[in-house]
Nanobody
């Protein structure tokens, strides 16, 4: 299974980014899918997850109201729209597939994409 993550980069506080993750080698509709992030020196944080059906979405309290997750099973892809970005959102973001919603029992991890929020 291979993940192609894109959309990370440097953005100013208050700006927006959209992360994309295309999965090759797995049928996404078999999984819940979502995003984790890691800040150096801190624990891994589950950011967001969308259920197999797409009807359920989970957000960490720290991103609720600012981030939006979506999936497109026809494209084998998951997206994370990140608005009103803050410096504390700076992290490496990882796309995951999971056997349980909201993204427990992780099956596969992407390689990660860096998001830096700084003026």
């Amino acid at each position: 299974v291979q993940f192609v993550e894109s959309g990370g980069g440097l953005v100013q506080p208050g700006g927006s980014l959209r992360l994309s993750c295309v999965v090759d080698g797995a049928t996404l509709d078999d999984y819940a899918i979502g995003w984790f992030r890691r800040v150096p020196g801190k624990e891994l944080e589950g950011v967001s997850c969308v259920s197999r059906s797409g009807s359920g979405t989970y957000y960490a309290e720290s991103v609720e109201g600012r981030f939006s997750v979506s999936r497109d099973d026809a494209k084998n892809a998951v997206y994370l729209q990140m608005n009103e970005l803050k410096p504390e959102d700076t992290a490496v973001y990882y796309c995951v597939t999971a056997n349980m919603y909201p993204c427990f029992d992780i099956d596969h991890w992407g390689q990660g994409t860096q998001v830096t929020v700084s003026s």
